[in-house]
């Protein structure tokens, strides 16, 4: 990939406008699936059970061993969480830094060519800039670069506000898994652009053990989908303070739109959920030696707010 200097990474007001891009170029649609989907979207979103209460002993730890009795110092939800891109073009970013001795990577996002099919080569040739960055990431589970703010979670009251929010710091996006979808655009191995880009992000390791790396590309293709399990660094909400009631898990994808799509309609899933204490207590002991009682009371692809419904 051809290096870009200081100055062109850190501006970002380069690139085309939501306008042009759309106009040009072939746009990716990028779906939330149900929260608790490994794999994507099912028949039954109710049948999405990669879930679970951990407790932990220690609550700076990323990634805990889950203890079956306490004393324990959090108490985490755990949740697999999937995006999807249905969409006519694939979702293609290129990152880059100009050497080193900058820690991040600015990004740009690229488009696949309506006219010839054709797929920019390299982060100077990508058409839209984006405000997210690129960090490596050290933790031994990850070793390679991420994209910050890609996707979000949140547990929310009934009435819409956020109790707690996640402490996700960013993603590897590749192809992980094929969705149901019939979608005209979905990449076959015929040596197109879009074909040969899928055997890049089919493999797409994101940089892995290369923190000295001046370049990297992330993207989903066309039909299919990047789900993180709930068994990795962070794909958690730390309950551990939260009184017992009914709230709402909400996992959004591209929620400031930063990222340029066919659409924006169903860049949420929510999954509305019950909490509660042992002997119906209002809210946690003082020493947490049992988890509290969580069940999933209904799941809403494509919403933001689902256990209102359920009460209201």
């Not at 085309?16 to 759309?22: F, R, T």
């Not at 939330?32 to 099912?42: E, H, I, L, N, Y």
């Not at 993603?171 to 992980?176: A, H, K, N, S, T």
Request: charged content about 20%; some cysteine; hydrophobic content about 35%.
């Amino acid at each position: 990939m051809a290096l870009v200097g200081t100055a062109v990474l850190v501006a970002v007001s380069m690139g085309p406008s939501h306008a042009v891009a759309e106009e040009t170029g072939l746009l990716p649609d990028l779906r939330q699936a149900p929260v608790g989907c490994a794999g994507g979207r099912t028949a039954n979103p109710a049948r999405c059970v990669d879930w679970d209460v951990c407790m932990v002993a220690d609550p700076s730890a990323p990634n805990g061993e889950c203890l079956e009795k306490g004393p324990a110092g959090a108490v985490r939800l755990r949740f697999t969480t999937s995006a999807e891109n249905i969409g006519d073009g694939p979702l293609l970013i290129y990152g880059a830094r100009g050497d080193t001795g900058q820690p991040l990577m600015a990004s740009r996002q690229a488009f696949q060519s309506a006219v010839d099919g054709s797929i920019p080569a390299s982060y100077e040739q990508a058409q839209h800039q984006l405000p997210a960055t690129m960090y490596f990431e050290p933790a031994p589970a990850h070793q390679h670069w991420h994209m910050l703010d890609f996707e979000h979670f949140q547990l929310r009251t009934t009435s819409g506000d956020t109790v707690v929010t996640d402490r996700k710091n960013g993603f590897c996006l590749g192809d992980r898994y094929r969705t149901a979808d019939r979608l005209a655009n979905r990449p076959v191995d015929d040596g197109s652009p879009a074909a040969e880009l899928a055997k890049q992000l089919r493999l797409n390791r994101c940089g892995h053990h290369s923190p000295e790396a001046l370049s990297v590309v992330q993207g989903i293709s066309v039909g299919f989908g990047d789900d993180y399990l709930h068994t990795v660094d962070f794909q958690w909400l730390d309950i551990t303070g939260v009184r017992s009631g009914v709230y709402d898990v909400v996992n959004v994808v591209n929620g400031d739109r930063t990222l340029v799509e066919k659409s924006y309609a169903n860049n949420s899933s929510t999954m509305a959920i019950s909490v509660r204490w042992p002997g119906d207590a209002e809210g946690p002991p003082a020493q947490i030696v049992e988890p509290p009682v969580v069940r999933v009371l209904r799941s809403c692809p494509g919403q933001e707010r689902c256990a209102g419904r359920i009460i209201g």
